[in-house]
């Protein structure tokens, strides 16, 4: 049966705020919820008048739906309900229920009614002029007081008025466990609640009125530096690339090795249990005389789980070495896997994506990329899981053998630290992010003007590619000095939780000696296994800091992997049956870009056998109707056939198998002459490739060079002239066979007589082939069955030279220009003799 007392036990006085070696329970459970509603109504108040008066509710697309603003909600009426239920509960109980324990209920319970009018007031309005973002100073000030109000009962440890110090037979009103989990209950509840309003998860990420005026939110687009969301966005999605990589499939062997990496890990967690106990024992046992046989055993013991552990943390022990020497086979199938994956992705993107790539940037990021998935998954599997797991059995192991207080103080310690490494690691995401930004700047820089060098050399650019160069990395070295420094600020942080923690845990287990109630090889035992533990968790920093690194190193990869591929094979596309070589376009249309058509209404056929020429100015398509009949690209409008089938609904590799393509820039790959031959059909025999080479008239000019066919043809090709080179790419033309040629101003960049040369080689090329030639001298096509001229993307006119030159129209001109232009070259190549001024005799 519960009975009413006076406000406080013993009828003490409310006024008696320190009594027994800590704070009487009836004053600080008084005083601290009269404070916290004094704040949250006094100033809420004043709060709700201002966004009432000079506010405005937000537009619903603009408030946030985040889960974490209702995790705060859920909290703080958690907080609220408490101690009503702790009321319900001392009603059921025999004993006395004191006025204050009334007073604290209704108090507490209307100040955090407030908290949720507040937190739900500044997540639907915003004052009118609020230029920051983030919660109230009330909120915040409320959320810190409370906080620190659960932080101040600890200092009452000693006092026996309050329930961790009483027994349940001395203290019949209040049991010590209920009581307990109540204040844990309140402890880890306002914590959250204080790390979430730092957050402000239901409050928009910019100032409200930078969101709803087009001109501000340009501009603070334009402060904002990139790369400021969190490592973790998208976390679960990176995951899932991740997990596939780290469980081998198909591969047994690999499998069994993953699972005893796994034991062995476990069993690693067991031997840092049992070092510091049989440290421990051996303290105790010479200290107490024991046996010389049973302190040898124990020594002997203690030696050997302590070469199977290393160094304190298990980084040079046997088990660990065994581990990391195992784990070296899946890492390298991870890696191969990884970078095969994302070299085959590449490949399969469109070539829009390849124009417009950066290839020294996107190496970059590939090689940073690739090397960070190994060591995320090595940090994660072998080093986070571990730690967090050596705290748990830390926490449980020192609450259940010493007593609560050294598990509390283990939980705090190590909650501060962790949540500090986070928040501190988060903050300093963005200089990591600016700096692998400004690296692959410097890296781009540099590749681009290697690759230019010939122009550079040119123009005597030299010094200013240097001092390009320069800046990069003057402002890639800026970056890295931010990192450095916010390094050290988290390193001192780190040390700083540390000391305080051991210093506490130290001085406690020292009393508790001093007592009698633990003995000294008790005390060898708390700081052997407290330093065991902070030797990883010290590392933890460095862990998370290279798991944020790595994800930061992944995203340019992870943006690679999830570029879209335009040209897609459609559901169930069979192969091309290639009969004759009939070409169909039909009302075809095509644009790059929106709003400019390069192919307006193009519709023509060439016919089995046949050569199509394809003549007009710059820009007026001829080159496109190259890229979209080899698929590079699909059409926008109409349809393209090859004998009858629609190319869009066979498979691309079928397609591209019977056409061969002869480009106006042939570009080599730094291999011998006959492997950039043999690329045309990579089985092909030494033989084949000198037929084929034979066939397109460069097989003597191959064999005056000292290696033959073995002669390296350097980077792109830059070895071999520019008619060498095309002969090499009609060479590795002939050698694939197809049925259907594409000719892409293959002669343009040519010198007359060697572009005379290489169209003899062409025509035996395309002899019985369909074949489609895009002209730019329109002499090298006056044979062809049909020639088209193109203007503005359209076709103006079609016919045989012939026929054209009768019309009179746009071929004509052209031909007529032509003309003119190779008789003004031609006699400035041979000039005229002047007529002779000598007479007869």
């Known amino acids: 049966m519960v009975l009413m007392g006076g406000y406080c036990e013993g009828n003490s006085s409310v006024a008696q705020a320190w009594v027994q070696r800590g704070f009487q329970p009836c004053f600080f459970f008084t005083l601290v919820p009269a404070v916290l509603l004094s704040v949250c109504l006094l100033l809420g108040a004043l709060q709700y008048a201002c966004y009432v008066r000079f506010g405005r509710a937000m537009e619903p697309k603009y408030i946030p739906r985040s889960r974490l603003y209702h995790g705060q909600v859920l909290l703080s009426l958690l907080l609220a309900l408490q101690p009503l239920g702790g009321l319900l509960w001392q009603v059921g109980r025999p004993g006395r229920l004191y006025g204050y324990m009334l007073l604290h209920a209704c108090l507490w319970a209307l100040s955090w009614g407030c908290a949720v009018a507040l937190l739900q007031l500044e997540h639907t309005r915003v004052l009118a002029h609020d230029r920051t973002r983030g919660h109230g100073t009330v909120l915040l000030l409320f959320w810190a007081l409370a906080f620190a109000a659960e932080n101040l009962t600890l200092v009452c440890w000693r006092s026996p008025l309050w329930w961790w110090a009483a027994g349940c037979d001395s203290d019949p009103l209040l049991s010590v466990q209920v009581q307990f989990s109540f204040w844990l209950l309140r402890y880890l509840c306002t914590f959250m ?214 598990g509390l103080i283990i939980f705090v310690c190590m909650s501060l630290y962790l949540t500090l490494t986070i928040f501190i690691t988060e903050w300093r995401t963005k200089y990591r992010r600016d700096m692998n930004t400004r690296d692959n700047e410097a890296k781009s820089r540099a590749v681009d003007s290697l690759l230019n060098f010939e122009t550079v050399k040119y123009y005597n650019a030299e010094s200013y590619e240097v001092n390009r160069f320069n800046d990069a990395i003057i402002k890639y070295q800026v970056s890295e000095w931010k990192v450095s420094a916010s390094l050290g600020l988290l390193n001192q942080t780190q040390n700083l939780v540390i000391g305080l923690g051991l210093l506490a845990g130290s001085l406690l287990c020292a009393y508790f000696v001093t007592e009698n109630k633990l003995q000294v090889g008790d005390f060898v035992l708390f700081g052997t296994y407290i330093i065991q533990l902070y030797t990883p968790l010290n590392w933890f920093g460095t862990y998370y800091r290279m798991i944020q690194n790595s994800f930061v190193d992944m995203e340019n990869m992870f943006e690679l992997f999830h570029e879209e591929q335009e040209v897609k094979d459609a559901v169930n596309a069979g192969d091309l049956r290639l009969e004759a070589g009939r070409i169909e376009f039909e009302n075809v249309h095509f644009s790059y870009m929106d709003g400019k058509e390069i192919l307006q209404d193009v519709s023509f056929s060439v016919m089995p056998g046949q050569t199509l020429a394809l003549v007009g100015p710059s820009g007026s398509g001829k080159s496109t109707i190259i890229r979209l009949l080899f698929r590079f690209y699909d059409v926008w409008g109409g349809c393209i056939r090859i004998d009858g089938q629609d190319i869009s609904q066979v498979r691309q590799a079928s397609l591209r198998a019977h056409i061969g393509v002869v480009p106006q820039d042939t570009v080599l790959f730094n291999d011998t002459i006959a492997n950039n031959i043999r690329y045309g059909r990579i089985l092909a025999t030494d033989q084949e490739v000198q037929e084929a080479a034979r066939a397109a008239d460069i097989h003597d000019r191959i064999l005056s060079f000292p290696d033959g066919y073995n002669t390296q043809v350097g980077e792109r090709g830059l070895k071999l002239s520019g008619g060498e080179k095309q002969r090499v790419a009609i060479a590795r033309t002939i050698l694939k066979g197809p049925c259907i040629i594409l000719l892409d101003e293959a002669t343009s960049a040519l010198d007359t007589e060697t572009e005379r040369n290489i169209q003899a080689s062409l025509a035996k090329v395309c002899a019985h082939r369909t074949t489609i030639v895009v002209a730019h001298r329109l002499s090298t096509v006056v044979g062809a069955d049909q020639i088209l001229v193109l203007k503005d993307g359209r076709i103006v006119e079609r016919g045989r030279h012939e026929e054209l030159l009768q019309k009179g129209g746009v071929y004509a001109s052209m031909w007529l220009q032509q003309q003119a232009g190779d008789e003004g070259e031609s006699k400035e190549r041979c000039p005229e003799k002047p007529p002779s001024s000598k007479k007869g005799p």
């Open 193 to 406: 609640l204080f790390v979430l309003g730092m957050k402000a998860p239901g409050l928009p990420r910019k100032p409200y009125m930078l969101l709803v005026n087009e001109e501000e939110r340009d501009v603070e687009n334009s402060q904002v530096s990139p790369g400021t969301t969190s490592t973790w966005k998208d976390f679960r999605r990176k995951l899932r690339l991740l997990v596939p990589y780290m469980w081998p499939r198909g591969n047994h062997l690999l499998q069994g090795l993953v699972l005893f990496c796994m034991a062995l890990m476990g069993l690693e967690r067991a031997i840092n249990v049992f070092v510091p106990i049989y440290y421990k024992n051996i303290v105790n046992e010479l200290t107490e005389g024991a046996p010389w046989h049973t302190l040898a055993w124990t020594v002997c013991i203690y030696v050997g789980l302590k070469f199977l552990q290393g160094g304190g943390a298990g980084s040079t022990g046997f088990v660990s070495n065994l581990r990391t020497f195992l784990w070296v086979w899946v890492q390298q199938f991870t890696n191969r896997q990884v970078q095969v994956q994302l070299f085959a992705h590449l490949h399969g993107l469109s070539l829009r994506w390849h124009l417009g790539r950066r290839t020294g940037e996107v190496l970059r990021s590939v090689d940073r990329g690739t090397s960070s998935i190994n060591s995320l998954l090595s940090y994660i599997v072998f080093s986070i899981i571990p730690t967090i797991a050596d705290i748990v059995i830390g926490i449980v192991y020192f609450t259940s053998v010493f007593s609560a207080w050294f």
